[in-house]
């Protein structure tokens, strides 16, 4: 009987001592995959973090009570009996680039080329010409708001309505300089201070995404970036970043970056450099677009911030295939980069690149949406970019589209969901996004 209690003692004592160094030890365990929980071993690097994120007092707000929530990475507006926040750490891509009769005298970008395979015989297959709007447009979706111009004044507000709505708090503005343009439209920078004022107005910040346009190297570079601080620095809309020194910088994203080599970036990026803008009133947080693996250590040497992917097409590119982000993301807080993966509601350009079929995602009504966000959730980043709000050539956008049918076309849309379903969409996961984030803050 004796031996029987002592047994029990023994067991009760083990066990007690069990159930402790469980509860000791979930109260240091990481959470584990899913929307509410990360996946093991992507440990957050609060140092970071408290060093990069957005500075509070950059926030500039519309008329209105507001209050700061419990990230300093978003507003909390109240208006007649309700509460809603627009994100900072949330960008999305924005396209200045089109054109209509009635604001340009012609339609600019909207009857885009059908751009030819550069294999003759590929080519020889495929549809020529251009597109012929307003019922023939250069996209599989058609815009509510018809084939519209980036200068109507109505346009640019409900564009900047919509971005509200869905709660991004940074338009990343494609951005060619003064008298420049793509090969297919007219130059736009003289329309950049009314997209300031209108994403002022809905207290929206504006990056700016520089182009590849002919001739751009690392000393005109050097005069972009003084000529867009030096204009628009004192706006209010205009959007800067937490440095990894403490310092408040403007934040560029720099596309096809890897078409200059990293030796001529290092003359602008590097303290060392022949034209270095660091430590001078035009420093700022670069980041490089990756697309090619071998492109993270280009990156590395050339002296930029950080690195985005930016394609909507998953598997399209090393950069934009979910599979790799956990790799990049590593690579980059081990080396204090910034890692920003870019997200899209789906894929499909076939309207301008006939020959493309291949690349396109369907969007499934949002779930491969939801799917990149995941994927994009899961490796912790400080700021996740959308592509886009209104590509309409790539079929990427959350912009608010229609069904239409015409006697030559059919185009796609949302249904049976409502034009507006990507923009709650995008709602919705910036919500998620940020109480996961304040969750790794604590």
């Not at 507006?420 to 790794?440: A, C, I, P, V």
Request: glycine share 6%; aromatic share 14%; net charge neutral.
């Amino acid at each position: 009987m004796t031996r029987l209690r002592r047994k029990a003692l023994i067991a009760l004592f083990l066990f007690t001592l069990f159930i402790f160094g469980t509860m000791m030890g979930l109260r240091t365990l990481k959470p584990s995959d899913g929307f509410s929980d990360m996946a093991p071993g992507m440990d957050f690097i609060g140092e970071r973090s408290d060093r990069r994120r957005l500075d509070v007092k950059d926030v500039v707000v519309s008329p209105g009570q507001f209050h700061m929530g419990s990230s300093d990475t978003k507003v909390v507006f109240t208006k007649s009996d309700r509460d809603y926040s627009i994100f900072y750490d949330v960008h999305i891509f924005y396209y200045l680039w089109y054109g209509s009769p009635s604001m340009d005298n012609k339609y600019i970008h909207w009857d885009h080329v059908l751009v030819p395979h550069w294999d003759p015989k590929i080519a020889a297959s495929h549809a020529q010409g251009r597109h012929t709007p307003p019922e023939d447009i250069a996209s599989s979706f058609y815009p509510e708001l018809g084939p519209y111009s980036s200068r109507d004044p109505k346009v640019l507000e409900s564009h900047m309505a919509q971005i509200e709505a869905a709660a991004a708090g940074v338009l990343v503005l494609s951005w060619y300089p003064p008298g420049v343009a793509d090969d297919h439209g007219e130059p736009t920078e003289d329309l950049v201070p009314a997209v300031m004022d209108a994403a002022h107005r809905h207290s929206i910040k504006v990056a700016f995404h520089i182009q590849p346009y002919k001739g751009r190297t690392d000393q005109s570079m050097h005069d972009n970036i003084k000529y867009i601080t030096d204009k628009y620095g004192k706006h209010g809309a205009f959007y800067r970043f937490r440095s990894s020194t403490g310092r408040i910088l403007p934040l560029f994203y720099v596309y096809d970056s890897y078409l200059t080599p990293p030796e001529s970036w290092a003359e602008l990026l590097t303290a060392k450099g022949s034209h270095s803008v660091r430590g001078t009133p035009y420093d700022g947080i670069f980041v490089a677009l990756i697309v090619e693996e071998r492109h993270k250590h280009d990156i590395l040497a050339s002296g930029f911030d950080g690195m985005y992917t930016y394609f909507a097409s998953n598997g399209f590119s090393f950069g934009s295939s979910h599979q790799n982000w956990k790799a990049i993301k590593t690579f980059c807080d081990a080396n204090n980069l910034l890692f920003i993966p870019s997200v899209g509601p789906g894929y499909v350009d076939t309207a301008v690149r006939p020959w493309n079929n291949h690349n396109t995602r369907n969007r499934v009504n949002g779930r491969y949406y939801e799917t990149s966000l995941q994927a994009a959730l899961s490796v912790r980043p400080e700021i996740v970019t959308i592509t886009s709000f209104n590509q309409w050539h790539e079929g990427t956008q959350i912009e608010k589209a229609v069904p239409k049918k015409t006697v030559t076309r059919l185009y796609l849309d949302y249904q049976p969901n409502q034009p507006g379903h990507y923009l709650e969409l995008t709602r919705q996961w910036s919500e998620n996004f940020n109480k996961e984030k304040d969750k790794w803050l604590m």
